[in-house]
């Protein structure tokens, strides 16, 4: 069940929005988002898995170890042997201390080989690592820590150390996959949401809104028409601008794919080491595995951004920068570069609606196209490089309008099929008033 809500600009009702009785717009004639929800669980909870193990391997393994050995009891040992152990890779060596020494604790005697709580692993620079060997050649008799519960536990260096720094490696993955999830259970959100549903604020069209909020919207309707005329620009033609850049999108893919790989490289190095060396680590293996795969799409949507930078670029001129509804103009296109290569064009008006509402703890955005119209197509190859259409605005529709948590937009997509190229693909978002703008209107 629905009704269209409508408000009086001037002396014309201009229809404004389809309220429902279960708090959603009913224009979002799709399923529910559970879907959606569940695949970001799944990719922040990969982050988050990987960012805890990490977390608890490279920090709160050698941290608790540090704190738990400041009650071992201190113990006469002997340096049985004590080397630096090299590390042969592909692009350049990594070295570990290889220590062993014997101790006796309650008469009885062990054999210990732990420097300190962070020498499980191997890492660049010998200079560090040569000095600690120099510090305890064979035969040397020192001190070690044995904790007394477990004689068998036992270290040379119980305090921090520079290794440890390591742990800051698995900081932005628990981040990102922290956040995520909060982000997708709604706990942290953009903004405050209306215990209500959807707010719009004083200018908002609330779903779902209760008898006095839609009264109050009402009084304010007066003051919403004067804040639209106060944001409107002068009308005349103008040059549309793009949503989003080709440049702007090779970057963006570029930053994401060197910073997640370059993360995941040193998961993998350490997965190929082991297998070269016969001990193959099937455990990380099998774990690092999609977050290669996710790195190599990253790596193809820089080449494929990469090659959208060299096909033709389109500029789309209006002869008005505001339409109204039930109004039409003039949509101008031109191609820089070689537009032959472009086998089909095509050009779509698009009205979208949004809404983000609260459904029990989650947040949850709703997006549908409530109009969608073609307006040009061709596969002429004399028309696409450059060409006019006449863009119109059906009445009964809704304008463009944004408040806190509702939003209606406008845009003319573009399309161009080139083969064996990434394609044509550009948004330019457009202004829909609810009526003609002449003059400013008082009262």
Not at 9 to 25: L, Y
Not at 161 to 186: E, N, S
Not at 329 to 352: D, P, Y
């Amino acid at each position: 069940r629905s009704r269209l809500v409508k408000c009086t600009c001037g002396a014309q009702d201009v229809p404004v929005f389809m309220i429902s009785s279960n708090r959603k717009a009913l224009s979002v004639a799709k399923k529910d988002s559970a879907l959606g929800r569940g695949c970001l669980f799944i990719f922040f909870g990969l982050f988050a898995a990987a960012g805890g193990l990490m977390f608890w391997w490279m920090v709160f393994r050698p941290l608790s170890g540090v704190v738990l050995a400041q009650a071992w009891t201190e113990t006469p040992c002997t340096i049985a042997s004590s080397e630096v152990q090299v590390h042969n890779g592909d692009g350049s060596d990594t070295y570990s201390i290889d220590i062993q020494y014997d101790y006796t604790f309650a008469d009885q005697t062990y054999h210990g080989d732990r420097y300190h709580f962070m020498n499980s692993g191997a890492s660049s620079g010998r200079t560090g690592k040569q000095a600690v060997i120099d510090r305890y050649p064979p035969g040397l008799e020192t001190t070690c820590w044995v904790d007394p519960g477990d004689p068998s536990q036992s270290v040379i260096n119980r305090g921090l150390t520079l290794d440890m720094l390591w742990g800051l490696f698995c900081l932005p993955f628990l981040a990102v996959g922290v956040g995520g999830l909060l982000f997708a259970t709604g706990l942290v959100k953009r903004r405050p949401i209306p215990a209500d549903g959807i707010g719009g604020g004083r200018r908002g069209l609330s779903f779902g809104a209760s008898a006095e909020d839609r009264a109050s919207d009402a009084d304010d309707e007066d003051d919403w028409s004067d804040d639209i005329d106060d944001d409107l620009q002068p009308d005349g033609p103008v040059e549309l601008k793009p949503s989003s850049s080709p440049l702007g999108k090779f970057i963006g893919v570029t930053c994401l794919a060197l910073f997640w790989n370059g993360i995941t490289s040193f998961f993998v190095y350490q997965a190929v080491k082991s297998h070269i060396d016969g001990r193959p680590e099937w455990c990380l293996t099998f774990f690092i595995a999609p977050f290669v795969l996710v790195g190599l799409l990253l790596v193809w949507g820089i080449f494929h951004s990469f090659l959208a930078l060299f096909i033709p670029r389109p500029t789309l001129h209006l002869d008005r920068a505001r339409i109204p509804l039930g109004g039409s103009a003039k949509l101008e296109w031109r191609f820089s570069g070689n537009a032959s290569i472009i086998r089909q064009l095509k050009i779509t008006l698009v009205g979208e609606e949004s809404a983000t509402y609260r459904r029990g703890t989650d947040t949850v955005t709703d997006k549908h196209k409530f109009f969608q119209e073609v307006v040009y197509e061709s596969h002429d190859p004399l028309e696409i490089p450059e060409g006019s259409v006449d863009v119109r605005i059906p009445e009964g529709v809704m304008h463009s309008f944004h408040s806190g948590n509702n939003r209606i937009s406008w845009e003319i997509h573009l399309d161009g099929e080139i083969p064996l190229r990434p394609d044509v693909d550009a948004e330019f978002p457009i202004t829909i008033t609810p009526y003609e703008y002449t003059e400013r209107r008082d009262g």
